[in-house]
């Protein structure tokens, strides 16, 4: 349990700025976050930015046109993992007492590379064979469907799902909704991916405004409680592991869910790294939501969509709202700050009180993660 | 007072190791660390590496083939402060309880960009008109010179310390002594600094295995009290600060006092971010080693080599041991960690009790930086 608590979000919404600077998105998510802390932003001690293609001092370059200047900023990296890896920071930051409220944001704008599977480093061997990261996803996805016997229509359900939750999030960068027919029949990525069951490419940015339990407590009066900050890099262990299944994440849930004293069963909301579609059923199972390999049918129930059991990327999550590399971990976050507050209007879960976020970062060797980020919030 | 103490340390010559994977050097750093901390490598509990252009994951990358996976691995990036960024989150997750040992590395492969001044973000106004490195150290040189009548030959003989001491360095890029006729003569880069007043640019990895207090004296009978870790930013500001004074390292340096309980007369060796010669002259003052005006004859009289009243830079600093960015921070802190054991063999700094490291990472907006890192050290 740390004694890290949230006392202000904001985030703006993702999609493709092409003619903003790096710098001006950042600073919306930033002062957003301040203004939603309803402090002074001369009250931060210390900040974080979670990048991973931002370039040297991107969070220096963000702030200092804010006047903010002059404190501790430390740049943090850890590929989709990198907003999450800077909150955690932050609850170091936090708890070993070096500051008393700490600012994290994440950025990224990916259209600065003109689309397509982002850069990788053609150093890897399995990068330079092709291995990028649908390749990966989809070998996943043809082993998971083998074994289990689920079907590419389940994998079309966690788009569905994903839209019609998206269509409430005015943050989310595709909102209209789809049926599985038209994500069966979009155009094929990697089979059985198609264009539809992958995350897209977007600029965007999100921001946090982390404060110790005592200054949160005389700050806010609906500060949100960060129960666990978790994080594992992987095994990188070739044939150990089935690949339909993600240890990473196993390990990684396991470790939060004793940090923060809960289990499965007590998570009300989740935001997943649902960075392709098979990605989303392998984690309900590494969570604990289902048995293993019933992730297929738990979709289909409906019972992870608002109003079924336990609602998964309410926000839309990567497939919908997007997924600008650094800034993905916080926005995760702010989605669970607002469901646990209460805030998140039509898409709200009821009776929110507890939330878990997850992001992998990195498919470093093709089939394994550079970094796993697991938080779970409280209020 | 930081409760984390350095148990082991280990680095690789630095230079233009063209021939050899950016991995492979921080690989050769880590182990020689962990060997000097006579530790197992599974000991390590978590794990950072500092670098500024060494892509995404570079720490998985290079843990990776050292069988060091599944623990959390954190890349941090400071441009030139980068590796003591990440010494510096290392101590807090130390602190906070999350590690008891924890493993830092700060690795750079600047051979790979072919020589030259550093590539910078041309988004920056002044860099894309050409305020490098090179040339906002040369204003500063200019309005020193003037302000306080020192002469080209006063920064030539900081290149001559930082050779004839480096001789004694087999870490470092640069050995073969020069004189001052030699410096002054050099090809002239950015007037007054000449080839030989400008670091270069290398190849090289440095690592650090840091424990808390408890463990570190259970494991190592010689370990190194991290007294001081403190970071901060430039306040970006023009026209508020002479440019031949650095506010940021004035105003970092009081707080690492402050922090280690100690001041100027305390420190017995440094090691200082002199990427120009200017640039130690004018730490001098910050860190009170002497009057404001008065660093050209510090360094005239010898009291800032070796034998004098507070040795600078027993390494050669990054004029001669060279400037691998995201690793310059450790190699500093390990020459004086060696220095704090008596292992410096000829350059050995006698009655050494309290060092001090200092970088200074980023020109952003020319003469300001965007990140002061500051280490106090002591036995």
Not at 117 to 141: C, K, N
Not at 207 to 216: D, F, H, K, L
Not at 321 to 342: D, F, K, S
Request: proline fraction near 3%; charged fraction near 20%; charge should be neutral.
């Amino acid at each position: 349990m740390s004694d890290a608590r949230i006392i202000g979000a904001g985030m703006v919404p993702f999609g493709k700025w092409v003619s903003k600077t790096s710098e001006s998105i950042a600073q919306k998510a930033i002062l957003d976050a301040i203004a939603d802390a309803e402090i002074d932003r001369s009250a931060i001690g210390e900040a974080f930015c979670g990048t991973s293609y931002g370039g040297p001092l991107a969070g220096q370059r963000a702030l200092r046109d804010l006047g903010m200047t002059g404190m501790a900023i430390t740049n943090v990296e850890n590929a989709c993992s990198s907003g999450a890896s800077g909150v955690r920071e932050a609850v170091s930051a936090v708890e070993s007492g070096r500051a008393e409220i700490a600012l994290v944001f994440g950025v990224e704008k990916l259209t600065k590379f003109g689309g397509g599977t982002l850069p990788l480093e053609a150093t890897d061997i399995d990068v330079s064979q092709g291995m990028v990261m649908p390749a990966s996803y989809a070998m996943r996805a043809q082993r998971y469907l083998m074994k289990y016997g689920a079907r590419p229509e389940h994998l079309a359900m966690v788009t569905v799902k994903a839209r019609k939750m998206a269509a409430d999030n005015p943050y989310a960068q595709f909102r209209s909704p789809v049926t599985v027919e038209q994500v069966l029949q979009a155009r094929m990525i990697a089979d059985p991916l198609t264009l539809l069951m992958c995350c897209p490419t977007g600029d965007g940015a999100a921001a946090v405004v982390i404060a110790n339990s005592r200054r949160a407590r005389q700050l806010s009066r609906r500060s949100i409680r960060i129960k666990a900050s978790v994080a594992q890099s992987g095994k990188f262990e070739t044939g150990a592991h089935d690949i339909s299944q993600s240890e990473l994440t196993m390990r990684t849930v396991a470790l939060a869910y004793e940090q923060a004293s809960v289990g499965p069963n007590d998570i009300n909301v989740a935001e997943v790294h649902d960075a392709f579609t098979i990605a989303e059923l392998m984690y309900y199972e590494a969570f604990g939501f289902c048995e293993e390999g019933a992730a297929s049918s738990l979709v289909e129930s409906g019972q992870t969509t608002i109003g079924g059991r336990i609602p998964v990327n309410p926000s839309g999550g990567l497939l919908c709202r997007g997924h600008p590399v650094g800034a993905t971990g916080i926005a995760q976050i702010i989605e669970c700050v607002w469901q646990l507050r209460g805030d998140a209007k039509a898409r709200q879960v009821e009776g929110c009180k507890i939330a878990l976020t997850h992001c992998t970062g990195g498919g470093v060797s093709g089939l394994d993660h550079g970094a796993c980020l697991i938080h779970v919030l409280g209020r």
